[in-house]
């Protein structure tokens, strides 16, 4: 069973119903819950997705954005394991972050799928992360925009 590690920019596209992402985060969700796959947040990951979430639920208008944010997190929680994150991944992902200059929460998905044997899933490739394409490559990162989710 393919076991995949979710980055923040991979949920936050289920909230947004206009996004080309959406159909292929439906498909990984809807794969989870049938057992086709197992999915994993860590915990950092998750105060991420709450702070995205209700700016994205502010910007639409919503009377309570914080608390449609927590019910987005729970909702979300029911459909992947939540990872903590210990003393072997926060060093990993220091070393990683030394090694590649990427974003630290970016570093903690990388680590966090190494520690679950897993691959990391990111919406996109982003503009600091283009040249080290390769060696993201060699540690199973994969992308939304050039993964087919029926091949997880």
Known sequence: MKRIVLDTSVLVEYILSRSPYRPKVISLLNRAMSGELKLFINTITLSEVLYVASR???????????????HFVEWIKGRADIVNIDEGIAMRTGELKKQLRIALPDCYVISTAVAMDAAPLFKKQESEMTPIVNILEKLGVLFLDNVRIDEL
Do not use: F, K, S
């Not at 994205?56 to 927590?70: F, K, Q, S, V």
């Open 56 to 70: 994205i639920y502010r910007a639409a208008g919503l009377e309570d954005p914080n608390m449609e944010a927590l």
